[in-house]
């Protein structure tokens, strides 16, 4: 079955301690993204990349890291995490236009 | 930067009523319009998007519009049912390979039986 996922799906931690969301696609797309997702604020990109090794920023990169060292894969880090990066999180990847999403991380930071 | 401004919020119809919602967006230079759904607690899914050299799309009871000149594009749904209920996001998107998408901020479509 061709899908997105991500790890974990829910999450609680306290500031400044170091976390990875992980996100994995078996559908051999060249393109992924990170969104969060706050209320009233739509989706918002976060970092995104077009092919291994070759990310770029989105509109809010800030206190957050990605790398892709492999197709399939695209983790985002918060070094570390403060309260105003509580969130839900989106990872997405697409052969072309269509953003495919995973099934959202919610995190809470304390 | 892309701007995408969403309205209304928020959209309560009855059954059977159609229900627009519009965004307008600033860079001229955008050339991809997508429309997602998202349901209470899922993930976002792609319902119909329109390229920029196009001025209408349907799917059966889903229609986008784009009108190039003022900016702005437009999703209209006829006959609505409960389970058109959700939230929708219109984004924008200028670069090659589509990636860098900017949304809007959503507007939640209620509709009552």
């Known amino acids: 079955e061709a899908q997105v996922t991500q790890n974990p799906r829910y999450l609680i931690t306290v500031t400044g301690k170091k976390l990875t969301v992980t996100c994995s696609q078996n559908?051999?797309?060249?393109?992924m993204s990170w969104y969060r997702q706050d209320p009233g604020l739509g989706l918002r990109q976060i970092y995104y990349?077009?092919?291994?090794?070759?990310?770029d920023k989105g509109d809010v990169p800030e206190g957050y890291k990605v790398s892709r060292k492999e197709k399939r894969n695209f983790p985002l880090i918060l070094e570390s995490p403060s309260p105003n990066q509580t969130s839900l999180y989106f990872c997405?990847?697409?052969?072309?236009?269509?953003?495919?999403f995973g099934p959202g991380t919610r995190l809470l930071v304390l | 930067g892309e701007n995408v401004e969403q309205h209304p919020s928020t959209l309560s119809v009855q059954e059977g009523d159609s229900a627009v919602i519009k965004c307008t967006y600033s860079?001229?230079?955008?050339?991809?319009f997508p429309w997602y759904k998202q349901e209470l607690g899922k993930r976002p899914q792609l319902i119909i998007d329109?390229?920029?050299?196009?001025g209408e799309k349907k799917d059966q009871r889903i229609a986008v519009t784009l009108n190039k000149t003022a900016k702005h594009f437009s999703l209209h749904i006829t006959e609505t049912q409960p389970e058109d209920s959700a939230v929708y996001f219109c984004?924008?998107?200028?670069?090659?390979?589509?990636?860098?998408?900017?949304f809007g901020t959503g507007t939640r479509l209620l509709v009552s039986p």
């Open positions: 997405a990847s697409s052969l072309q236009e269509t953003q495919y």
């Open positions: 329109i390229r920029s050299n196009v």
């Open positions: 860079d001229s230079a955008s050339n991809y």
């Open positions: 984004a924008a998107s200028w670069r090659t390979g589509f990636q860098k998408l900017v």
């Open positions: 559908m051999n797309h060249e393109y």
């Open positions: 990349s077009m092919n291994v090794e070759v990310t």
